[in-house]
């Protein structure tokens, strides 16, 4: 039982570059979510999903975009990368929107220059 | 909209001893889920306790207790015998029924030898 899986762990892009940072999850979680860290803050979420098929919006959403065309697979896509999204980023899931826990991934450090 | 904040940016203690992590929160529900989760420096972000708001009784694992006080909004996170491995930044997290987890900035705990 792997939890959840984010791949890759380091990255660096260059201004303008794209990338897709993969995630999933075998605990057949319906809940999934992305969230960013910046250095010495807390957590902002950038989108979520409620089970497949199905994506929302969080807090800071712009310059980013999801897919969630199956339960296990959450993947956050970067467009035309940004100093500014320079960040750890992590994954997460929850098996539904009550008591249960969040499972996060070990984040992905991710360095535009 | 729901807040959480913990007011202690960084605390220290001496191996051994017995600290306590503070967190408020504010919310006008009066169903919803508070929970503290840990990140050492290696980054993962790992579970340390949890609480339902309609439970009088506070949680307890192991070395890790809480004192949740309803009617005052707080949620505060005491550690026993503190070891070294404690030393994380410790996030206080409250979720409504149905909504998103909102995390607090943190509070950077470091355990002295």
């Known amino acids: 039982n792997a939890g959840v899986t984010q791949t890759p762990k380091f990255r660096i892009l260059k201004i303008g570059q794209s990338m897709t940072l993969q995630c999933a999850q075998d605990?057949?979680?319906?809940?999934m979510y992305w969230y960013r860290q910046d250095p010495g803050m807390g957590l902002k979420l950038i989108y979520y999903s409620v089970g497949a098929g199905i994506t929302d919006k969080g807090e800071v959403p712009n310059g980013y975009n999801v897919s969630r065309s199956t339960t296990e697979d959450f993947p956050l896509r970067l467009e035309l990368a940004a100093p500014s999204q320079t960040s750890v980023y992590f994954c997460?899931?929850?098996?539904?929107?009550?008591?249960?826990?969040?499972?996060f991934g070990a984040g992905s450090r991710l360095t535009v220059l | 909209a729901q807040t959480v904040t913990q007011s202690q940016p960084e605390m220290s203690v001496q191996e051994a001893e017995t600290v306590t992590l503070s967190c408020t929160y504010d919310t006008s529900e009066n169903n919803y889920y508070l929970f503290w989760y840990k990140q050492p420096p290696s980054r993962q972000m790992i579970l340390v306790i949890r609480q339902e708001a309609y439970k009088q009784q506070n949680a307890t694992e192991n070395r890790f207790s809480v004192n949740f006080q309803k009617a005052a909004k707080s949620f505060s996170l005491k550690i026993s015998d503190s070891q070294l491995g404690d030393t994380a930044m410790y996030f206080c997290a409250l979720r409504l029924y149905g909504q998103n987890f909102v995390f607090g900035p943190g509070t950077r705990l470091s355990v002295l030898p």
């Open positions: 997460a899931s929850s098996y539904d929107g009550g008591a249960s826990v969040l499972t």
């Open positions: 605990m057949n979680h319906n809940y």
